[in-house]
């Protein structure tokens, strides 16, 4: 490992320990394929294969350390509520326990079966199923009288759009988080999309970008609506924008991930494809754009991602677990480096006034606060390879209050110069930073581009 953090030398990225634990297994003289199959919705699945130490010859420890890291990876990259086990009996029976028995992925468990609507299952079987693969073609482009809606937890933007044109455009200060009626966010969105549509003849199709997990345009976890009861989210939320929808008439909608959206608005100002975005703010929000312009239909939620290795590194709050990525590219990363620094915070600031605090300091050349943002950088430089594992990335977009400043710039090069020289394959990933009417005008305008219009 060439580049250690100078305030997190413990961190042990999870990419370098695969490679290690790949390189042992090569070398091994009894060796088995494990498979990993993931099935989510309507039987779309994820395949994964890897050569590990046959069971019994002294390594199921060892399996099991790496083979949990990476199973955890792939509920949050893929999403899935059905976990098969092919090539590995211990591997089987330790995951059962941690997901369905002793509670130790309880979270995780509770999570997927809760966005799919299924009890969480882990089965181990000789027969894996055959590959199943979501396809999300976009239409990406703008043809028609379209509405573009993208709903952010401070405010809503709507653009109407014809022909690739936009007429209006608006924004909304809304406080979505704050209210447990969800009345009031079916009526502030249906306000702002009314707006819109009269300023066109008609009303061809509506994009929607929103927070959240989303499975066929229901919403399934959204922060949108954080006070709203769980009996009211199943009987007025989940189909909340399908029911808005239907105001005008039998139009094609689509609703994706705001992390999916920003990747796409990204991919078009790219014109490219094969994109990775990633917004550092309160968490990790992320999404993707495949090799084709399209979705995936993953979950993208990296912030539950392991990333390091190191079973003593900060525990997330949420899911009970250690490592993962909420901690390493959100405002608690740089709360969390600054504490290690030795800086003290007066503990009646939030997290953001705290972020604020340190990006102040880093206007004015402290050293602390450089040093901060090129851990963080060091981070990101050897979590994008890790990334790179599941994803085919081309181009790298960094977002979020984070990445402001001249803070934004030090991560930006540090991960350039970490990835670069430490994984040499992925030399030629474009990281980069979109500028701010990019980000906030862009949004609204690639979620009317969304839905197909036949």
Known sequence: MKYVPSLDKNFYPLILKLREFNNKVKEAKEVSKLTICLERHCGYNYIYNIDIFKDGTGHDEENYDMI?????????????????????????????????????????????????EKPFEVVETNNIPESKEEKIVLNSNLNGCRIGFDAGGSDRKVSAVIDGKVVYSEETVWFPKTNSDPQYQYDGILDSMKTAASYMPR????????????????IMVASLFLKVSKEDFEKKVKNMYIDVAKEFGPVPLVVANDGDVTALAGAMDLNDNQVLGIAMGTSEATGYVDDKGNLKGWLNELAFVPVDANKDSMVDEWSGDYGCGVKYFSQDSVIKLAEYGGYKFDEKLSPAEKLKVIQGLEVNGDKLANEIYEN????????????????????????????????????????????????????????????EKNRRVGQSIAAASLPKID
Do not use: Q
Not at 203 to 218: K, M
Not at 401 to 427: C, D, H, Q, W
């Open 376 to 435: 963080i950088g060091i981070y990101l430089g050897y979590t994008l390879a890790y990334y790179a594992h599941f994803y085919a990335i081309k181009h790298v977009l960094l977002l979020g209050r984070v990445t402001s400043g001249k803070g934004g710039e030090t991560i930006l090069n540090v991960a350039k110069k970490v990835l670069s020289e430490e994984f040499p394959e992925y030399a030629s990933v474009d990281i980069s930073m979109p500028d």
């Open 68 to 116: 949990e890291r990476i199973i955890k990876s792939l509920l949050w990259v893929v999403g899935g509520y059905k976990i098969y086990i092919k090539g590995s009996n211990y591997v089987f029976k330790r995951t059962y326990e941690d997901y369905l028995v002793n509670g130790v992925r309880k979270f995780d468990a509770d999570f997927m079966a809760n966005v799919y």
């Open 203 to 218: 009303v061809d199709a509506i994009g929607v970008s929103s927070a959240g997990i989303y499975v066929n345009n229901r």
